[in-house]
């Protein structure tokens, strides 16, 4: 560990986020606008062996191969545009394994000659990839909620679990698996067999006003703990009323409750926070630490002494040894043991055997090695241009409310939560993928007519932010429009087919209000939920539960009941086997 004890006292120029000795000559700018995802994060590996780093890059879509003893790229395997390479896993020596978020495959690629071996379809939208060593298998985790388990040496699925949609990661230990999801940061426990043992939930914390707290959300990565067990990297959001009509020398709404000290992890509605979980899942401790902005990689160096963890919007790489990270169990650590900034936005982290830590950064150079005496940068490929990065970037990074529009908006999409405003009563997170100029006019109720009109409601009077100005608003919803939807569950053909004929019947008249390439609508109608709404579009559904602008309904068969309101209460018109080929439909979209 000599090269990574040396990181715990780099010299402030590191902490700082300058060189301290002039980097090499820079990276060629690319000219094409070819906007940025938006971060996934956890795209980085180190071979077992120590030879070689792997990252899958999303911004260029190609999966890179590094040569650490050289410390220059040995080659890089090219993928089709808007694949986006995701997870990586390595399983026998030289084989790397890479998923293709956008794609739905699962990539087999020899590192020596930097080759791409096999391509296999796995699911619309995998998200997660383990394998497991005993069993030479692979495991992926779907965020359709599919678990298929496939033989690392080739062929089809040989196991398919179906178990919820918004599947995120999936570690093998022992004879069982760890999954989590994504927007309720669960964590479950599975054995072999394929039995749900248990499911654990992150603790909440207290802020220190009477019932309020920061409740669990958006679990970003889960990775094996050395030392047994699991760990989840997740956000922590405020449980509480969020008041917007606060006087204007009060801290911006989006602060967070004014309970919370300044400078502390709770500042901000939704700030970082990791959870281990012992083998059995029992010995859960919680680790409330200042990570910044949008956490989006973990890792452990291979004893498990050390560990490092990213936040991509504040471009915050913060490590620490496991003794200091214990010492802070069920409290709030206000400083990391160690942190430091990059000029660009760090997705994923890795440890090299030796005790090295490698970021790879997603707009800029590509891959930086820490070091005692400073840090040094790869650059992989040609760095995307200004025009490419500067709405990604604006939607990224912090506001002075310590949180970013990605906080809520995980990946462009949402965070599963709903919100308690003093103003409207709870409102359940809307996605922004799809296209967000067609959503116009915004809000649950229609009450902000434009996009300017949304940014300047958003990033100034919420977040506390400078208002933007008219090429920023321009770059900012250029690149939301840019932002895919998810992809489409894997439908049962028959029942689908039945579906969507009883939705387009006159009988239920579902499309009077949900019309269109979006199946939406901007007319406000009342429901039978308390007021008048604009019809949300029902293309990914699925992945959008709880539902309603309240949430009220926590799965589709109660929206199509007497929770949805009189309108949706389709309960008494249709017979049971009906009313599943319905949500069939609905869940295909």
Same mark, same amino acid.
């Given at each position: 560990?000599?090269?990574?004890?040396a990181?715990?006292i780099?010299?402030?120029c590191?902490?700082?986020g300058?060189g *301290?000795?002039?980097p090499?000559?820079?990276?060629?700018?690319?000219s094409?606008f070819?906007?940025?995802?938006?971060?996934?994060?956890?795209?980085?590996?180190?071979?077992r062996?120590?030879?070689?780093?792997?990252?899958?890059?999303?911004?260029?879509?190609?999966?890179?191969?590094?040569?650490l003893?050289?410390?220059?790229?040995?080659?890089?395997?090219?993928?089709?545009?808007?694949?986006?390479?995701?997870?990586?896993?390595?399983?026998e020596?030289?084989?790397?394994?890479?998923l293709?978020?956008?794609g739905?495959?699962?990539?087999?690629?020899?590192?020596?000659?930097?080759?791409?071996?096999?391509?296999r379809?796995?699911?619309?939208a995998?998200?997660?990839?383990a394998y497991?060593?005993?069993?030479?298998?692979?495991h992926?985790?779907?965020g359709?909620?599919?678990?298929?388990?496939?033989?690392?040496?080739?062929?089809?699925?040989?196991?398919v679990?179906? @178990?919820?949609?918004?599947?995120?990661?999936?570690?093998?230990?022992?004879? =069982?698996?760890?999954i989590?999801?994504?927007?309720?940061?669960?964590?479950m426990?599975?054995?072999?067999?394929?039995i749900?043992?248990s499911?654990?939930?992150p603790?909440a914390?207290?802020?220190?006003?009477?019932?309020?707290?920061?409740?669990?959300?958006?679990?970003?990565?889960?990775?094996?703990?050395?030392?047994?067990?699991?760990?989840?990297?997740?956000?922590?959001?405020?449980?509480?009323?969020?008041?917007?009509?606060?006087?204007?020398?009060?801290?911006?709404?989006?602060?967070?409750?004014?309970?919370?000290?300044?400078?502390?992890?709770?500042q901000?509605?939704?700030?970082?926070?990791?959870?281990?979980?012992?083998?059995?899942?029992?010995q859960?401790?919680d680790?409330?630490?200042?990570?910044?902005?949008?956490?989006?990689?973990?890792?452990?160096?291979?004893?498990?002494?050390?560990?490092?963890?990213?936040?991509? =919007?504040?471009?915050?790489?913060?490590?620490?040894?496991?003794?200091?990270?214990?010492g802070?169990?069920?409290?709030?650590?206000?400083?990391?043991e160690?942190?430091?900034?990059?000029?660009?936005?760090?997705v994923?982290?890795?440890?090299?055997?030796?005790?090295e830590l @490698?970021?790879?950064?997603?707009?800029?150079?590509?891959?930086?090695?820490?070091?005692?005496?400073?840090?040094?940068?790869?650059?992989?490929?040609?760095?995307?241009?200004?025009?490419?990065?500067?709405?990604?970037?604006?939607?990224?990074?912090?506001?002075p409310?310590?949180v970013?529009?990605?906080?809520?908006?995980?990946?462009?999409?949402?965070?599963?939560?709903?919100?308690?405003?003093?103003?409207?009563g709870?409102?359940?997170t809307?996605?922004?993928?799809?296209?967000?100029?067609?959503?116009?006019p915004?809000?649950?109720?229609?009450?902000?007519?434009?996009?300017?009109t949304?940014?300047?409601?958003?990033?100034?009077?919420r977040?506390?932010?400078?208002?933007?100005?008219?090429?920023?608003?321009?770059?900012?919803?250029?690149? @939301?429009?840019?932002?895919?939807?998810?992809?489409?569950?894997?439908?049962? !053909?028959?029942?689908?087919?039945?579906?969507?004929?009883?939705?387009?019947?006159?009988?239920?008249? *579902?499309?009077?209000?949900?019309?269109?390439?979006?199946?939406a609508?901007s007319?406000?109608?009342?429901?039978?939920?308390g007021?008048?709404?604009?019809?949300?579009s029902?293309?990914?559904? !699925?992945?959008?539960?709880?539902?309603?602008?309240?949430?009220?309904?926590a799965?589709?068969?109660?929206?199509l009941?007497?929770t949805?309101?009189?309108?949706?209460?389709?309960?008494?018109?249709l017979?049971?086997a009906?009313?599943?080929?319905?949500?069939?439909y609905?869940?295909?979209?």
């Open positions: 560990m000599k090269s990574f004890l990181l715990l780099l010299p402030q590191v902490l700082m300058v *301290c000795a002039p090499s000559s820079g990276p060629s700018r690319a094409p070819q906007p940025l995802p938006a971060i996934s994060g956890g795209t980085l590996l180190v071979t062996d120590g030879l070689h780093a792997v990252a899958a890059d999303a911004a260029r879509d190609g999966v890179w191969v590094v040569d003893a050289q410390w220059a790229v040995r080659g890089q395997v090219s993928l089709e545009p808007g694949e986006e390479p995701g997870r990586l896993v390595e399983g020596a030289g084989q790397v394994y890479a293709t978020r956008r739905g495959e699962l990539l087999q690629v020899d590192v020596e000659q930097v080759r791409l071996m096999e391509r379809r796995v699911c619309s995998p998200r997660g990839l497991e060593m005993a069993g030479k298998l692979l992926v985790a779907c359709g909620g599919e678990l298929v388990t496939l033989p690392a040496g080739g062929g089809g699925p040989v196991r679990l179906r @178990l919820r949609p918004g599947l995120r990661d999936v570690v093998p230990e022992g004879e =069982g698996l760890w989590s999801s994504f927007q309720s940061a669960e964590v426990r599975m054995s072999s067999s394929g749900l043992l499911r654990f939930l603790p914390m207290s802020t220190g006003g009477s019932a309020e707290a920061m409740e669990p959300a958006v679990g970003w990565r889960l990775v094996a703990d050395p030392a047994g067990g699991v760990a989840l990297l997740h956000q922590l959001a405020f449980s509480g009323e969020v008041r917007l009509t606060q006087q204007p020398q009060a801290r911006p709404p989006y602060a967070g409750p004014s309970s919370t000290p300044e400078g502390q992890c709770g901000g509605l939704v700030h970082g926070a990791i959870t281990t979980l012992g083998p059995s899942g029992a859960a401790r680790w409330q630490v200042a990570l910044g902005v949008l956490p989006g990689d973990v890792a452990f160096s291979g004893s498990g002494s050390h560990l490092a963890a990213v936040s991509s =919007g504040s471009r915050r790489v913060v490590v620490g040894t496991r003794a200091w990270l214990e802070s169990a069920g409290r709030c650590a206000p400083l990391a160690r942190s430091f900034e990059l000029p660009d936005q760090p994923a982290v890795a440890f090299t055997p030796g005790g @490698l970021v790879q950064t997603v707009d800029g150079w590509g891959l930086t090695r820490l070091l005692g005496h400073g840090y040094e940068r790869l650059t992989l490929g040609e760095a995307p241009s200004f025009e490419s990065v500067v709405g990604a970037r604006r939607f990224h990074e912090p506001s409310s310590h970013s529009c990605a906080s809520c908006h995980p990946e462009g999409g949402q965070d599963g939560r709903t919100w308690r405003f003093d103003t409207t709870p409102r359940r809307q996605p922004l993928q799809g296209g967000i100029s067609a959503m116009a915004f809000h649950w109720d229609g009450s902000v007519p434009d996009l300017r949304l940014l300047v409601e958003t990033l100034v009077n977040m506390g932010g400078t208002p933007p100005s008219e090429p920023e608003v321009s770059a900012l919803g250029a690149w @939301l429009d840019t932002l895919p939807l998810e992809p489409p569950l894997q439908p049962r !053909a028959a029942e689908v087919a039945h579906g969507r004929a009883l939705f387009e019947s006159p009988m239920l008249g *579902c499309t009077r209000c949900h019309t269109g390439p979006r199946l609508s007319t406000l109608v009342d429901v039978g939920t007021g008048a709404f604009k019809a949300p029902l293309l990914r559904l !699925a992945t959008r539960a709880p539902y309603l602008h309240d949430g009220r309904a799965t589709l068969t109660q929206v009941g007497p949805g309101g009189s309108v949706h209460d389709v309960g008494f018109l017979a049971p009906e009313r599943a080929e319905l949500e069939a609905l869940e295909s979209l």
